[in-house]
């Protein structure tokens, strides 16, 4: 069992940084790959990016490549998304998801509670 809570929302401008965290608790973070995804109003949930259980291994959508980085301390039970050059297009809850790489929704196990992001243009 995974629990999963997502922090670092918040609303900015146009080019600005957010670093989303999500802290997880359960013994079997450190061997989970773990996931962020986002939904924007009136869109379907989507794949932003993946990193595998090491941390060796990062996979992203493409429209945040070069922009956004995930990466993890699992010392810390912790993933985290840095989200550079943020775009109107970026705003949306974004979602920590456990138990996968993958880019389906269905591969995951847990997923946190969400944490807003909007970005003004």
């Known amino acids: 069992q995974v629990q999963l809570v997502e922090s670092g929302g918040g609303l900015v401008q146009a080019g600005d940084s957010l670093r989303l965290s999500c802290a997880a608790s359960g013994r079997t973070f450190r061997s989970s790959a773990m996931g962020w995804f986002r939904q924007a109003p009136g869109k379907e949930r989507e794949f932003v990016a993946a990193i595998s259980w090491s941390g060796g291994g990062t996979y992203y959508l493409d429209s945040v490549k070069g922009r956004f980085t995930i990466s993890r301390d699992n010392a810390k039970n912790t993933v985290y998304l840095q989200m550079n050059s943020l775009k109107a297009e970026d705003t949306a809850v974004y979602y920590c998801?456990?138990?996968?790489?993958?880019?389906?929704?269905?591969?995951?196990?847990?997923w946190g509670q969400g944490t807003q992001v909007t970005v003004s243009s």
């Open positions: 998801a456990a138990g996968s790489r993958s880019v389906r929704q269905l591969d995951y196990d847990f």
